[in-house]
């Protein structure tokens, strides 16, 4: 027996008081041959973030911004950091028409929207995005009280290009995350950028230049808020709050007033339909006039109180129930048969992607506002409006309306799908009042996106424009699928299903409505990936 071995088991005999202290690390040092060390261990995170969509190179360009960034970033998640540019902005322009000064709101509206901009842009991005929607929501009012104060109507004002050059002030996010344009995540978009850009030149050259410049920024607008809100995905539960807030009082608002237009048409209203010739919104008078409230006119009214319903539906704020009722009869006022079967589709996809439970939140919700708003609906100036125009319905071969549409289809038809290099953009839309050729003016109300599409970017540029967007309209919806706890996802994935629905009777994917539909497409996809594993 060796000394040590001696050493230890007179050790062992003795009282545990009476041993002498070990070493430290004896015992480890005798039983180091026969006990494996332990594996360390990884320390998880408390929420693990997936990869965006499965790209790198977003990551990478991600965090290299908040890091860079840090003291704007964190300005941007506070709760009233970004509120406070627009509501001065707001109350500016407030005091401007209060005092009557048309000119000043033509020359200083657009000016101010373009600063307040870039600061939300640099310093609160999510708020940016809130700011772009309330540009939308309002801007074609504060145009009607410049009109109606200078007591000209103006057809070219330049207060409708505030809410686009703020818009465009997302170019940027291209620029300086080009490289995601190449990943899995930035690919349709560069599919959509792409078409829209081929038809720019052949619409400078057949149109006009101005006209095809205004056209592009209106169409590929839409796609850079999305890209914009994609490179921003940390900022998702930002969105989230900014966009329900905004859609919030936005539909108290745009319902409200709605109401007023309808029962009493301010002057600054009557002026302003006198003006446009527009005789399919009704007579200037109380209760002859299809509700378009503070928007160009009913059409793009009824789309966004489409979309602001679903996100209400499944996400009631404060102003909830209220702003739900009031943004209802508007819509119902609107006369626009297809936004009433938008929004019955996009409730339809609501009920069919969220789990159970969420399901019959929704179609609650969903009840009770209709409960409410219907009888209000039922009074003698509304019902005339509104039960004409479900009598329609069941009534199409007599409906004006319906053979008008028809008989566009069938004489323009041939021509749309002819064009194999596109008529190029500027040839349709409000940006006809820009081209000077000789029958533009034709063109400018175009009742079907699935034929003006390929009329304007031609066969190669509509061929990437429909696989990009339809890309991202894929993926959202399978993102809400996956979600089905996520109210607010499937609201948006909704508010893209029922846009992308009725395109067969309107472009819904430009201009303010198009923002809507990228927007629905973008908020499914940054949900899913921000969502703990």
């Known amino acids: 027996m060796s000394a040590r071995d001696a050493a230890a088991r007179l050790r062992r005999g003795l009282p545990a008081v009476l041993r002498p202290p070990r070493r430290a690390g004896a015992r480890r040092s005798e039983h ?53 540019l627009p509501l001065l902005f707001f109350a500016v322009t407030a005091l401007l028409i209060v005092a009557g000064q048309g000119r000043a709101l033509e020359v200083g509206y657009p000016l101010l929207a373009v600063v307040v901009g870039i600061a939300l842009y640099r310093r609160h991005p999510v708020h940016y995005v809130g700011f772009v929607c ?3 929501f309002l801007s074609p009012e504060v145009r009607r009280f410049a009109d109606y104060y200078n007591g000209a109507f103006n057809p070219t004002s330049p207060i409708q290009v505030a809410p686009l050059a ?15 344009l190449g990943s899995r995540a930035g690919l349709p978009f560069l599919l959509v950028l792409v078409g829209v850009f081929y038809a720019y030149p052949i619409g400078a050259i057949r149109n006009s230049p101005l006209a095809a410049t205004y056209s592009l920024a209106l169409w590929a ?18 969105y989230e709050r900014v966009l329900a807030r905004s859609f919030g009082w936005g539909l108290l608002v745009m319902g409200g007033y709605g109401m007023i237009q309808f029962a009493l048409l301010p002057p600054w209203d009557a002026f302003w339909l006198r003006g446009t010739k527009l005789v399919t919104e009704g007579l200037p ?23 602001g319903l679903l996100l209400l539906v499944a996400r009631p704020g404060r102003t909830g129930w209220l702003a739900g009722v009031l943004a209802f009869l508007s819509l119902l006022l609107s ?51 509104i039960a004409s125009r479900f009598q329609t319905i069941g009534e ?9 549409r028809a008989n566009f289809y069938g004489a323009f038809l041939a021509t749309a799908f002819s064009e194999i290099g596109g008529a190029g953009l500027g040839v349709a839309g409000d940006t006809t009042r820009l081209n000077d050729q000789t029958g533009a003016a034709q063109m400018a109300s175009f009742d079907s996106g699935l034929m003006e599409i390929p009329y304007t970017l031609g066969w190669s540029g509509a061929l990437l424009y429909f696989v990009g967007s339809g890309t991202l309209l894929l993926r959202a919806i399978a993102a809400a699928r996956r979600r089905k706890h996520d ?8 508010v893209a299903v029922s846009l992308a629905s009725i395109l067969v009777f309107t472009n819904t994917l430009v201009a303010g409505v198009g923002m809507l539909f990228f927007l629905g497409t973008v908020m499914p996809l940054i949900a899913a990936r921000t969502a703990p594993r």
Request: charged share 15%; proline share 6%.
């Open 32 to 84: 180091a041959s026969r006990v494996r060390p332990a594996p360390r261990l990884r320390q998880p995170c408390a929420m693990p973030v997936r990869a965006p969509l499965g790209t790198d190179a977003l990551l990478r360009d991600a965090l290299r911004e908040a890091r860079r960034d840090a003291a704007p970033r964190a300005a941007s998640t506070s709760r009233h950091g970004g509120l406070l």
């Open 134 to 136: 309330w540009l939308l």
């Open 166 to 180: 703020v818009a465009l002030l997302s170019a940027w996010s291209l620029l300086r995350h080009h490289r995601v």
């Open 221 to 238: 607008f839409p796609a850079l808020i999305g890209f914009h809100v994609l490179t921003t995905w940390h900022n998702c539960a930002d």
């Open 285 to 307: 008078l109380p209760f002859q006039i299809r509700v378009s409230s503070t928007m160009n006119s009913s059409a793009p009214l009824a789309e966004t109180l489409m979309a």
């Open 335 to 385: 006369a626009v048969r297809a936004a009433w079967g938008g929004w019955l589709v996009g409730m339809l996809f609501l009920t069919i992607s969220l789990s159970a439970r969420m399901r019959w939140r929704v179609l609650a919700a969903a009840l009770v506002l209709s409960a409410v708003a219907i009888p209000l609906a039922s009074t003698d100036e509304a019902s005339a409006i």
């Open 396 to 404: 199409l071969g007599s409906d004006t309306s319906f053979n008008e």
């Open 487 to 494: 109210r607010f996802a499937g609201a948006w994935a909704a």
